[in-house]
C-alpha cells in the first residue's frame, strides 16, 4: 500500500509568485495534517482536516496560505503571493478515522522563496 | 503554553549508548512520541509512550517518561551508524493528532 506522498518534492520560486503544494494521503484516512518546518526550527502544526472539512487551522501563518481537500481524498496548500519567510519544509501527514496514536508523514516538500 | 525543548546536537561513538532529552509543557499530551528524519526522507515514528507509563522498552529503544518534570528522553543501545539522522520529540495536546514538535535532536554517530 502506498504511504503519504507529497509533490513536488522541491520547489524554487520567486517572491510574488504562487506555488501549491499536494498530498495524497494514505488510502481511506479520514484524517490529513499539514505541518511545516522552517529554517531547522521546529516542525509547526498548520491545519487539520477531517475529510473534507478544516477541523482546525489555528496554525496556518496568515491569509496568503490556502489549503482544500475537496471530496476528502488528496490536499492543496496553496502559498500566493510567497514572501522569503515562506521558504521551509512542508510536510502532509495522514491518520484513519478518530483518535489514532500514530500519523504517517510524507517526505516533504522543500519550498525555496528567492 | 505548548512548548516542546531538546538539544540540537549530539555524537556519540558507534557501540555506545545515546541519551536524547526533551521537556515538554503541556501535562494533558495523552502520547508523547519520538520520530526519526533521516537525510532525504520524511519522518518516521520510531516509538511513543502513553502518559500514564514510566518506561517504555522496544529493542535498542528504551523511552523514559517523568511527568511530575514533564521530561522524556530516548536511549538508544549500541548505536550504530545507520541510526545518525534528527530526532524529534512530539507532545498531542488534548490527545488527538495534533502535534507539537521539538526542534530535533542530529544524532552524528562516529567509529
Known amino acids: 500500500e502506498a504511504g503519504v506522498t507529497q509533490f513536488p518534492s522541491h520547489s524554487v520560486i520567486e517572491k510574488g509568485q504562487t506555488v501549491t503544494l499536494r498530498c495524497d494521503p494514505i488510502s481511506g484516512h479520514d484524517n490529513l495534517y499539514w505541518y511545516r518546518r522552517v529554517m531547522g526550527k521546529e516542525i509547526k502544526f498548520l491545519l487539520h482536516?477531517?475529510?473534507?472539512?478544516?477541523?482546525?487551522e489555528s496554525g496556518m501563518p496568515n491569509n496568503r496560505f490556502l489549503a482544500e481537500r475537496t471530496g476528502g481524498t488528496y490536499s492543496t496548500l496553496k502559498v500566493q503571493p510567497a514572501e522569503l519567510e515562506d521558504s521551509g519544509v512542508y510536510f502532509c501527514?495522514?491518520?484513519?478515522?478518530?483518535?489514532?496514536?500514530?500519523?504517517?508523514f510524507g517526505q516533504g516538500t522543500r519550498l525555496t522563496v528567492v | 503554553g505548548e512548548d516542546v525543548e531538546q538539544s540540537l546536537f549530539l555524537s556519540v561513538r558507534e557501540g555506545d549508548s545515546s541519551v536524547i532529552n526533551c521537556t515538554y509543557t503541556d501535562s494533558s499530551s495523552t502520547y508523547l512520541y519520538w520520530y526519526k528524519q533521516e537525510p532525504g526522507a520524511g519522518l518516521q515514528l520510531l516509538t511513543y509512550i502513553f502518559s500514564n507509563m514510566d518506561m517504555k522498552q522496544d529493542q535498542r529503544l528504551t523511552v523514559l517518561l517523568n511527568k511530575k518534570d514533564k521530561h522524556l528522553s530516548l536511549r538508544i543501545a549500541d548505536t550504530q551508524t545507520g541510526d545518525s539522522a534528527i530526532y524529534f520529540c512530539a507532545e498531542s495536546p488534548g490527545g488527538y493528532n495534533k502535534l507539537i514538535f521539538g526542534a530535533g535532536t542530529r544524532l552524528a554517530v562516529h567509529p
Open positions: 482536516f477531517v475529510k473534507e472539512s478544516k477541523q482546525d
Open positions: 501527514a495522514s491518520s484513519p478515522q478518530g483518535a489514532s496514536t500514530e500519523a504517517f
